[in-house]
C-alpha cells in the first residue's frame, strides 16, 4: 500500500503546481484536465480500493486528453501526471499490475497509448516492455471467422465498435515504432470489416455490435447486428479512425479506403446532429423519441473526429461548419463552473453495453436510457478535453499556411540503435518525441499552418525551391558521425542564392566540441555572421540560473517570452549586414541579418529541442516554450509575400 500512496503524493505535487497561478487564464482543456486530476482519477484509479489502482481503459482516454493538453501547452506538470498514473501500474520490469492479458479484453490495450508516449519521451524500457505485453495480447486475440478481434472473450464471435479505438491506434503506433509493417493489413482490415458488418445503408449510421454467431438475444438473426444505434459507440469509432491515421504508411494501398470510411461516418454523423443545441443525442436517430437526452461523451468524440479529421487534411473544410456548432452546443449544454479555474461535464451516460451477466444488455432503446447519467464521467472528460485541445489548435491564427519549415539532415546527419536494434536516424528531427528531438518545435511550426519536411540531401536552390524556411542545426563532428558532411563554398553559395531569392534562413548551432563550426562558418559569414568557438553559459548540475538570460522589453522577436534558458553557448560576432537580435553582458547571443529578399537568424545552440520547451526539466520561470512561439511567428512574417 505504500508504493500507491506515494504515487498518490506524487500527482497531488503536480496538483499543488498547477494550481499556484503560473500560467494564467487556461484554456477550457487545461481547466477540465485540472478537474480530472483533482478529483476524478482520486476515487477511480489511485486510490481505488484497499488493493490499489485497476488496469482500465477510461482513466487511458483521459490520459490521452492530458497529452494533447501537454502538447499544446508546454507545461510538463501534465507529462508528470500521465506518468505518475502509469507508474502505479508499471513496474520496474515492464509488468503490468491487474493486467490480464487471458482475459482477451480489448479495452485493456487502450492505455498502451500512454505506455508508448512515456516510452517515446523519456526512452524507459519498462514502457516499451509493457507496451508490448498488449501488443502480444493482440496476437492472440481471438478473432471472428472473417478475422475480426472478439471484444472479450466472454463475448465470443462479437465485434462492438469500441473495441475499434480500444485496440487499433495503439495496434498501429507499436507497429509503426517497432516496424511491424505487415500489421497495417491487419489494422485496415478491422475497419473495413466492422464498417460491412454493422453500416445501415439508409442512414450510414453503425450499429454498437455485430455477433457473427447470430446467437445473442440482442443479435438480428439474419444480419448480426445489434438493434440501435448508441451516440458513443459510433464516436469511439470516429475517434479511431482520426487517431489510427496518425501512424499508417503514406503510400499504404489501404490507407485511401479508411479515409473513405472516415469520410462516410462523419457524413452520417453531422446528418444527426441536433440543429438546435448542435450535439448529439444518446440513441442517434431517435430525436423525438421520449427519453432520449443529448449526450456530453458522443458529443465530444465527434467533434473531435471531425475538427482533427479537417486538419489533417483528411476531411473536407466544410466539416468544420458542423465542428464548431458541436463545440458551441458542447460548451452551452454540458460544462459548468467548478471555481478556481476548474469545469465539471455532465450529462454523461456511465456505460452501456451490449448482453452480459447477471443484468442482461439487450441493445433495446428502453435499455439505453435506464444506463445512468452523471458528472465527471472519465470517458466523457477525456473525450471532451481531446475535443477542446483540438478546437483550441483551430482557433490559433494561421499566419503560415502554405509555407513550408525545412529541416537539414545532410549537415546534421546522426543515428542511434532503434527499438528494433537497426540504425536510424536522431537529433534535432520532427519525428523525435524525446529529449533530442524537435516534435513540439515542429508542431508549434504546424499549428500556426506551416507544414513540416526533411531534406536529407545537399542543399541546393533546386531543392529548397519548396521550401520557406530552411534550419540547420548542429552540423556534425567527426567524433559524431563516421562520414560528416562539411560545409563548403559550393553549399554555402547555393544556400545564399537561395535566402537572397526570399529563403528564411535558421542556424542553430552549438558551443565548441560539440558541433563542427570552423568549416561551417563559410555560409554564415556570407551574411556577416561568425560563430566564435567558444562555450558560453556553461551550467553545473541543476544550477538552471546559469544558463538564464533575460529578454529586455521590446525586442523585436521574442514579444511574450522574459526569460529563457540557453546553455553552453558558441557566441557570436557580426558585421554589416548583421545585427544582433539579442545581447547578453556585452556578448551577442543572437544575431539576424537581411539578405537580398531573405532573412537569415542564428543563434549558437541548438535551444529549441524537446529538453527545453517541453516544461518536464526547466522551472517555470524560464520560457523557452513561449518563446518558441515568437520565433516561429517572427520567421514566419520574413517570409516575403508573394505578389
Not at 153 to 172: C, H, R, S, T, V
Request: net charge positive; aromatic share 12%; proline share 4%.
Amino acid at each position: 500500500m505504500k508504493k500507491f500512496i506515494i504515487q498518490a503524493n506524487s500527482i497531488l505535487t503536480v496538483l499543488t503546481v498547477l494550481c499556484t497561478g503560473v500560467f494564467a487564464q487556461k484554456k477550457l482543456s487545461e481547466q477540465l484536465t485540472l478537474t480530472a486530476m483533482e478529483t476524478l482519477f482520486q476515487d477511480t484509479t489511485v486510490l481505488k480500493d484497499a488493493k490499489g489502482p485497476r488496469w482500465s481503459y477510461d482513466m487511458g482516454v483521459v490520459l490521452e486528453g492530458a497529452a494533447q493538453v501537454w502538447r499544446n501547452t508546454g507545461n510538463g506538470d501534465y507529462f508528470k501526471y500521465i506518468q505518475s498514473s502509469m507508474d502505479a501500474y508499471v513496474d520496474k520490469t515492464g509488468s503490468i499490475r491487474t493486467y490480464k492479458s487471458e482475459d482477451f479484453n480489448i479495452d485493456n490495450i487502450k492505455n498502451g497509448r500512454s505506455l508508448l508516449l512515456l516510452y517515446k519521451v523519456t526512452g524507459q524500457q519498462k514502457y516499451l516492455t509493457a507496451a508490448t505485453h498488449l501488443y502480444n495480447q493482440l496476437q492472440q486475440q481471438p478473432r471472428t471467422k472473417a478475422g475480426g478481434f472478439w471484444h472479450k472473450k466472454i463475448y465470443p464471435n462479437q465485434m462492438w465498435l469500441d473495441g475499434l479505438y480500444m485496440g487499433e491506434p495503439f495496434y498501429a503506433e507499436y507497429a509503426a515504432l517497432m516496424k511491424k509493417d505487415s500489421a497495417f493489413n491487419d489494422i485496415a482490415n478491422q475497419f473495413i470489416l466492422m464498417e460491412k458488418v454493422s453500416r445501415d445503408t439508409k442512414t450510414g449510421l453503425l450499429y454498437h455490435g455485430y455477433d457473427e454467431s447470430r446467437l445473442e438475444k440482442w443479435a438480428d438473426p439474419t444480419t448480426g447486428k445489434s438493434p440501435n444505434f448508441w451516440g458513443r459507440a459510433m464516436g469511439w469509432y470516429i475517434m479511431a479512425l482520426v487517431d489510427v491515421l496518425d501512424n499508417f504508411p503514406k503510400n499504404h494501398p489501404k490507407k485511401a479506403e479508411l479515409i473513405a470510411i472516415l469520410n462516410r461516418t462523419a457524413i452520417a454523423t453531422v446528418k444527426y446532429q441536433d440543429s438546435k443545441s448542435g450535439v448529439w443525442f444518446d440513441i442517434m436517430d431517435m430525436s423525438t423519441r421520449k427519453g432520449n437526452y443529448l449526450e456530453s461523451s458522443a458529443s465530444s468524440m465527434f467533434v473531435y473526429g471531425l475538427a482533427k479529421g479537417v486538419r489533417k487534411g483528411y476531411l473536407p473544410q466544410s466539416f468544420m461548419v458542423a465542428a464548431n456548432k458541436g463545440y458551441a452546443g458542447l460548451k452551452k449544454e454540458f460544462i459548468e463552473s467548478a471555481g478556481d479555474e476548474r469545469v465539471n461535464l455532465t450529462k454523461t451516460v456511465s456505460v452501456s453495453g451490449l448482453g452480459g451477466k447477471p443484468k442482461y444488455r439487450d441493445g433495446s432503446f428502453e435499455y439505453y436510457i435506464s444506463e445512468k447519467v452523471i458528472t465527471n464521467d472519465p470517458k466523457g472528460v477525456g473525450s471532451f478535453i481531446c475535443a477542446a485541445a483540438e478546437m483550441e489548435i483551430d482557433a490559433l491564427p494561421k499566419p503560415g499556411k502554405g509555407l513550408t519549415v525545412t529541416v537539414d539532415n545532410f549537415f546534421n546527419n546522426e543515428y542511434m540503435n532503434g527499438p528494433t536494434s537497426d540504425k536510424i536516424p536522431f537529433h534535432y528531427l520532427w519525428n523525435e518525441d524525446d529529449n533530442n528531438g524537435f516534435s513540439l518545435f515542429g508542431k508549434v511550426f504546424n499549428d500556426a499552418g506551416v507544414k513540416t519536411s526533411t531534406l536529407s540531401i545537399a542543399p541546393t536552390t533546386t531543392n529548397l525551391k519548396g521550401s520557406n524556411i530552411y534550419i540547420i542545426v548542429d552540423p556534425d563532428t567527426e567524433k559524431e558521425t563516421a562520414n560528416p558532411n562539411f560545409m563548403n563554398a559550393a553549399h554555402a553559395k547555393q544556400i545564399s542564392e537561395w535566402v537572397k531569392a526570399g529563403g528564411v534562413l535558421v542556424l542553430l548551432l552549438n558551443d565548441v566540441g560539440n558541433c563542427e563550426i570552423t568549416k561551417f562558418n563559410v555560409l554564415p559569414e556570407t551574411f556577416g555572421i561568425h560563430f566564435n568557438e567558444d562555450s558560453r553559459n556553461k551550467v553545473q548540475g541543476l544550477n538552471f540560473e546559469q544558463g538564464a538570460i533575460k529578454i529586455p522589453a521590446g525586442n523585436s522577436i521574442f514579444k511574450t517570452a522574459k526569460k529563457v534558458y540557453i546553455k553552453e553557448i558558441s557566441t557570436i560576432a557580426i558585421k554589416a549586414p548583421a545585427v544582433s537580435a539579442l545581447t547578453d553582458n556585452g556578448d551577442v547571443v543572437i544575431a539576424t541579418a537581411k539578405y537580398g529578399k531573405g532573412t537569415v537568424f542564428a543563434v549558437g545552440d541548438p535551444w529549441f529541442y524537446n529538453e527545453y520547451i517541453d516544461g518536464r526539466k526547466l522551472p517555470k520561470d524560464l520560457e523557452n516554450f513561449k518563446a518558441t512561439n515568437d520565433l516561429v511567428n517572427w520567421l514566419i512574417k520574413q517570409v516575403p509575400v508573394k505578389k
